[in-house]
């Protein structure tokens, strides 16, 4: 056989000739007919030969059928699919959840949240979990057919200027029942009202306020009566320990704040800080072990909950701290978004930083002692070095909150989720690199 004759392979790819198509041009029935064979010799320079003649060759019917195609271990696998897959937004009647950039941002599990107002969704929030095997680290990503095409959107910035002054702070507190004059604050060079020692408000000059009311919780309340009764170790006659019965007492007879009652503290707060509550997306938690339920009021920005949040903790007696964003949400303008399939090329590009964001299980492996001594490898075997496939299934562009460390700015920037079919979640800033300032500290 001569140096010029194709291998089996590329003789049965000519053969199927899928440059045939119709959306195939003649100068690619060309390049694909003059593919060189596997026996072509490598150029000086170059190192040892590798069989490139059926990779290049899939790499060329994937681009004429516009298939999607990903490297791996035998070489490119190509989709069956031919049409992108389609990038899911939030709806007026079903705001998307907020996309996380830093990891699991739901602050603990809201399986006992229940939603107060139509118009959204709670989402339970997971723990990723840590261990020796937490599979950040090393990943590959096995991507379908995304689209090209790039887009247009709004960046958003909370501005804290819309309320700073001392009537601001004033006007505020005055509105959750406390009365007296804004003064400079020695804590954050704010304002605040009242006393530290009792009820108080602050309002903070980039853009939050919180709230004590100074109503004790309930666990305090009963520490205190179960002190006054007994003491903390006084016995009763039958042996049992009377400070810890009183305090299981008074806890299990304590109620839980009603509904009516966690929807008024809500709207009373949001109003004080002048945050309209049809644009917010509200859940609450209840804390059957402190007698307490905190409820969340996430603000809405075009279709989507975001992660600027008024937090508010009710007891039977009312609210018991709170706070929340006193700035406005202004919009920069729009800016250029890269296209889904760049974004998921991002997943794999160390300037991005594409993390695990969510995962449906906890990944750790447990660390056991061991028994005796590990044995030894066999001349020859293979090097662990793990890498996880992540095939990605659905993808969607949202808001994230993009804190800027050193003005305190809070941006909400349009990023990607994909979602891969093992569950987990991963997301990269959508901006183009020209609408970032990407300047290192050095």
Request: aromatic share 6%; charged share 20%; glycine share 10%.
């Amino acid at each position: 056989m001569s140096d010029d004759t194709p291998g089996d392979e590329v003789r049965a790819l000519e053969s199927a000739d899928p440059a045939a198509a119709t959306t195939a041009s003649a100068d690619l029935h060309d390049r694909i007919s003059r593919i060189p064979t596997a026996t072509t010799p490598v150029p000086a320079g170059r190192g040892r030969p590798r069989w490139l003649v059926p990779l290049a060759a899939s790499a060329a019917v994937a681009a004429a059928i516009g298939g999607a195609y990903i490297w791996g271990s035998g070489g490119i696998a190509v989709s069956p699919s031919t049409t992108p897959i389609a990038v899911e937004t939030g709806t007026p009647a079903d705001p998307a959840r907020p996309i996380h950039l830093y990891g699991d941002g739901s602050g603990g599990a809201l399986s006992q949240s229940v939603e107060m107002q139509v118009g959204g969704r709670v989402e339970p929030s997971v723990d990723v979990g840590f261990g020796w095997d937490r599979p950040t680290g090393r990943n590959r990503f096995l991507l379908p057919t995304l689209d090209t095409a790039s887009t247009r959107a709004d960046v958003f910035v909370v501005d804290p200027a819309a309320q700073t002054t001392a009537e601001d702070a004033g006007r505020m507190a005055a509105a959750l029942g406390l009365s007296g004059d804004a003064r400079p604050s020695d804590l954050d060079g704010g304002w605040v009202v009242g006393d530290y020692a009792g009820a108080y408000f602050g309002l903070q000059l980039w853009g939050e306020a919180y709230f004590q009311s100074g109503i004790p919780d309930a666990l305090s309340v009963c520490e205190r009566s179960a002190t006054d009764l007994h003491g903390r170790d006084k016995m009763n006659d039958d042996g049992t320990w009377a400070f810890g019965q009183e305090m299981i007492r008074c806890m299990a007879e304590t109620p839980l704040p009603s509904d009516d009652l966690v929807n008024e503290s809500v709207s009373l707060f949001l109003a004080a800080l002048g945050i309209d509550e049809s644009a917010t997306h509200v859940t609450v938690t209840p804390d059957g072990s402190g007698r307490m339920t905190t409820a969340t009021a996430a603000l809405l920005v075009e279709n989507n909950v975001t992660e600027i949040v008024a937090r508010v903790t009710v007891s039977a007696q009312g609210i018991m701290y709170a706070s929340g964003p006193t700035g406005e949400i202004v919009s920069l303008g729009a800016y250029t978004v890269v296209s889904p399939a760049e974004a998921g090329d991002r997943l794999s590009d160390p300037a991005f930083s594409a993390r695990m964001v969510s995962s449906p299980d906890d990944h750790s492996v447990p660390l056991t002692p061991l028994a005796a001594p590990p044995e030894a490898p066999e001349p020859g075997s293979t090097v662990p070095w793990r890498v996880h496939d992540r095939e990605i299934v659905s993808a969607r562009l949202g808001l994230a909150l993009l804190p800027d460390d050193m003005s305190r700015h809070r941006y909400l920037v349009p990023t990607y989720e994909f979602t891969a079919s093992d569950g987990t979640v991963w997301s990269v800033i959508a901006l183009d690199e020209d609408e970032l300032d990407m300047t290192g500290s050095g």
